[in-house]
C-alpha cells in the first residue's frame, strides 16, 4: 500500500511540473493551482490558448522544413538526370560504357544498391566503372582456378619438351 502511494505522489509530482493544462488533461492535480489572479497573470485558458498556437506554430514550421527538404532532392535528381543525358555523372565526369560480361557461375553484380544484370552494357562514371571492371576480372580470375585451367600449369611448371628421338 505504501508503494502505492509514492507512486501516486510521484504522478502528483510530475504534474505539477507540467503546464496546468496538460495536468487538467492528464487528471491530476496540480500541486500550485494557477488561478486568475495567478502570480504569471495567465489563466488557464490563455496558457491553453498559447500551447495551441506553439503546437500550430511548431507543426507549420516542421511542415515548411519538410517542404524545402523535398524540394531540394527533386532538384539534385533532376541535375543528376540532364547530367546523364548530357553523357556526365553527378561530378561531371564523363560516363563510360561497361559491357557485363560474367562466368556461367554469376547471374549479377551488386554495387551500392544496384543490380548489374549479365549481358547488358551501363553508362557509369570512371571511378564505379573501375570497380564492375575489377569485379568482372576477379569473377573470371575465380572461374579459371575452379575449372583448373592451364594458366596456372603454364606459369608454374615449365614444359620438358621431351623429343623421341631413334637414338634414344
Not at 488557464?44 to 490558448?49: D, L, S, T, V, Y
Not at 543528376?80 to 560504357?97: M, S, T
Not at 549479377?108 to 549479365?118: F, M, S, W
Request: charged fraction near 40%; glycine fraction near 4%; hydrophobic fraction near 35%.
Amino acid at each position: 500500500m505504501d508503494e502505492k502511494l509514492n507512486i501516486e505522489d510521484a504522478l502528483d509530482q510530475a504534474a505539477a511540473e507540467q503546464s496546468p493544462v496538460e495536468a487538467k488533461k492528464k487528471g491530476r492535480k496540480k500541486a500550485v493551482a494557477v488561478e486568475e489572479d495567478s502570480p504569471l497573470g495567465l489563466s488557464e485558458a490563455e496558457m491553453e490558448r498559447l500551447e495551441q498556437e506553439a503546437e500550430e506554430e511548431v507543426a507549420s514550421e516542421l511542415k515548411a522544413n519538410m517542404a524545402e527538404e523535398y524540394k531540394k532532392n527533386h532538384k539534385a535528381m533532376l541535375k543528376r538526370k540532364a547530367l546523364f543525358r548530357a553523357g556526365k555523372n553527378d561530378v561531371g565526369d564523363d560516363l563510360v560504357e561497361v559491357l557485363i560480361d560474367l562466368p556461367p557461375y554469376c547471374e549479377d553484380i551488386r554495387l551500392d544498391g544496384v543490380i548489374y544484370a549479365v549481358n547488358q552494357t551501363y553508362k557509369m562514371g570512371h571511378n564505379k566503372a573501375a570497380v564492375i571492371k575489377d569485379q568482372i576480372a576477379r569473377a573470371w580470375k575465380h572461374q579459371e582456378e575452379v575449372s583448373g585451367s592451364d594458366e596456372n600449369k603454364a606459369i608454374y611448371r615449365r614444359s620438358r619438351e621431351a623429343k623421341i628421338s631413334a637414338r634414344g
